[in-house]
């Protein structure tokens, strides 16, 4: 039987933003499109200066009554959602990807992407492989067109919470783009829903990758999945169901030979548990800095992140003794890679922050009780000092790692 697209877990992160009645949100929509008009200077609106919090002219005075009718009468989210929807239009197939656009549907992603899908919403991002974020096409005639041949390595790349692929690019470097030019990979990067459970991404993914392998126009001679954050979850989550569909003949897990997992939440971010952990993400698109006022409201997505959920559960205790502990695939080279803000691991930053959202210990699978402990070897694990969660992205120590393990 087939599963449903969305679980229970979705189901439930919906009804609570629903349920929140939110009488703030217009005030929320209207920040956000304020931000958006007036530092990018949209044609035919009126906008403030960049990063001010009220709309001029008559889009202030639609957000002014809007906020007046849910007073009186209570509000909807998605109607007040679908103020932002013109302004985020996604652009025609000719032309490129608005980077600014495509943070901020990542953002709106990640803290209501349940949400949003659920209510069929638009902005709901659906997952696909992109490359320069652009989605590609998963037939042989249609990847061999689009992609340089005689590259049997491939390199999927997957964003974090309320991120998107293309935030991969950070302080003019990008750890797909090197790997691709000094190691021969073609780097492949995965946008998707954060907002959505973990486990539902994976189960997505599994699917996605099968249609990948069975694509590619040649032979695959090395397959590694590079996760930030989330994606390392969710990776874990792909392989797991894969392992469980035995009777859907999926061949792809086979052929991965490496999981790259950096500042990955193996153990829960329990920073996040706090509201810190939205808003140091929220940081990466700063169009989207007005979300951080639904730090209270918890998608699938964030909860799962929360206590390093890699498949959901059907039940509604939120501890990490509720969350069943997935095994690293034993086929596949494992490495896992953690920073600390502080200069070193044993520092006292270190120790109460890790790099900022994920404690070293947890990005390292390390846990108190052995049952919940992921076996990475000791030489497939790094910590790199002096270097926050986002800056795993574009570190030089990061790379060189990854080089290293990946060559």
Same mark, same amino acid.
């Given at each position: 039987?087939?599963?449903?697209?969305?679980?229970?877990?979705?189901?439930?992160?919906?009804?609570?933003?629903?349920?929140?009645?939110?009488?703030?949100?217009?005030?929320?929509?209207?920040?956000?499109?304020?931000?958006?008009?007036?530092?990018?200077?949209?044609?035919?609106?009126?906008?403030?200066?960049?990063?001010?919090?009220?709309?001029?002219?008559?889009?202030?005075?639609?957000?002014?009554?809007?906020?007046?009718?849910?007073?009186?009468?209570?509000?909807?989210?998605?109607?007040?959602?679908? @103020?932002?929807?013109?302004?985020?239009?996604?652009?025609?197939?000719?032309?490129?990807?608005?980077?600014?656009?495509?943070?901020?549907?990542?953002?709106?992603?990640?803290?209501?992407?349940?949400?949003?899908?659920?209510?069929? =919403?638009?902005?709901?991002?659906?997952?696909?492989?992109?490359?320069?974020?652009?989605?590609?096409?998963?037939?042989?005639?249609?990847?061999?067109?689009?992609?340089?041949?005689?590259?049997?390595?491939?390199?999927?790349?997957?964003?974090? @919470?309320?991120?998107?692929?293309?935030?991969?690019?950070?302080?003019?470097?990008?750890?797909?783009?090197?790997?691709?030019?000094?190691?021969?990979?073609?780097?492949?990067?995965?946008?998707?829903?954060?907002?959505?459970?973990?486990?539902? =991404?994976?189960?997505?993914?599994?699917?996605?990758?099968?249609?990948?392998?069975?694509?590619?126009?040649?032979?695959?001679?090395?397959?590694?999945?590079?996760?930030?954050?989330?994606?390392?979850?969710?990776?874990?989550?792909?392989?797991?169901?894969?392992?469980?569909?035995?009777?859907?003949?999926?061949?792809?897990?086979?052929?991965?030979?490496? @999981?790259?997992?950096? !500042?990955?939440?193996?153990?829960?971010?329990? @920073?996040?548990?706090?509201?810190?952990?939205?808003?140091?993400?929220?940081?990466?698109? $700063?169009?989207?800095?007005?979300?951080?006022?639904?730090?209270?409201?918890?998608?699938?997505?964030?909860?799962?992140?929360?206590?390093?959920?890699?498949?959901?559960?059907?039940?509604?205790?939120?501890?990490?003794?509720?969350?069943?502990?997935?095994?690293?695939?034993?086929?596949?080279?494992?490495?896992?890679?953690?920073?600390?803000? !502080?200069?070193?691991?044993?520092?006292?930053?270190?120790?109460?922050?890790?790099?900022?959202?994920? $404690?070293?210990?947890?990005?390292?699978?390390?846990?108190?009780?052995?049952?919940?402990?992921?076996?990475?070897?000791?030489?497939?694990?790094?910590?790199?000092?002096?270097?926050?969660?986002?800056?795993?992205?574009?570190?030089?120590?990061?790379?060189?790692?990854?080089?290293?393990?990946?060559?």
């Amino acid at each position: 039987m087939t599963q449903p697209l969305l679980q229970a877990a979705d189901l439930r992160g919906a009804a609570r933003l629903t349920a929140t009645g939110v009488a703030g949100m217009a005030s929320l929509v209207e920040a956000m499109h304020a931000r958006i008009a007036g530092s990018l200077g949209l044609p035919g609106l009126v906008g403030p200066a960049p990063g001010a919090e009220r709309m001029a002219g008559i889009p202030g005075l639609v957000y002014k009554t809007v906020r007046g009718v849910t007073h009186l009468v209570g509000g909807s989210t998605e109607a007040l959602i679908g @103020l932002l929807e013109p302004l985020l239009a996604a652009p025609q197939p000719h032309q490129a990807p608005r980077p600014e656009r495509e943070a901020m549907v990542a953002a709106l992603n990640g803290v209501l992407g349940d949400y949003l899908a659920v209510s069929g =919403n638009p902005l709901a991002i659906p997952m696909s492989l992109r490359q320069a974020g652009r989605s590609l096409t998963l037939s042989r005639p249609a990847l061999r067109a689009r992609l340089p041949g005689d590259r049997p390595k491939l390199l999927v790349l997957l964003h974090g @919470l309320c991120m998107s692929d293309l935030q991969w690019q950070r302080a003019g470097h990008d750890h797909g783009e090197a790997l691709a030019r000094e190691l021969g990979y073609t780097p492949l990067y995965l946008h998707y829903n954060s907002g959505l459970s973990v486990s539902t =991404n994976g189960r997505i993914l599994a699917q996605l990758m099968e249609r990948l392998v069975e694509a590619w126009p040649q032979r695959i001679e090395r397959l590694a999945l590079l996760g930030h954050s989330m994606g390392g979850l969710v990776a874990r989550s792909a392989l797991h169901h894969a392992a469980q569909a035995s009777g859907a003949g999926l061949r792809w897990p086979s052929q991965v030979s490496d @999981l790259v997992c950096l !500042g990955t939440p193996h153990q829960g971010a329990p @920073l996040e548990k706090a509201g810190h952990g939205v808003d140091l993400l929220l940081k990466a698109a $700063p169009f989207a800095a007005p979300l951080g006022r639904l730090a209270g409201l918890r998608s699938a997505g964030i909860t799962d992140l929360r206590w390093g959920r890699v498949v959901s559960t059907a039940s509604e205790d939120e501890s990490v003794e509720a969350v069943p502990q997935v095994p690293l695939p034993q086929a596949t080279r494992c490495y896992a890679l953690a920073g600390c803000l !502080g200069s070193s691991v044993d520092s006292l930053k270190s120790r109460l922050w890790g790099d900022g959202l994920v $404690p070293v210990a947890s990005a390292l699978g390390q846990h108190a009780d052995a049952g919940r402990r992921l076996e990475f070897a000791a030489d497939r694990t790094a910590v790199v000092c002096d270097t926050g969660h986002l800056d795993l992205l574009s570190s030089t120590e990061v790379y060189e790692r990854l080089r290293a393990w990946l060559g």
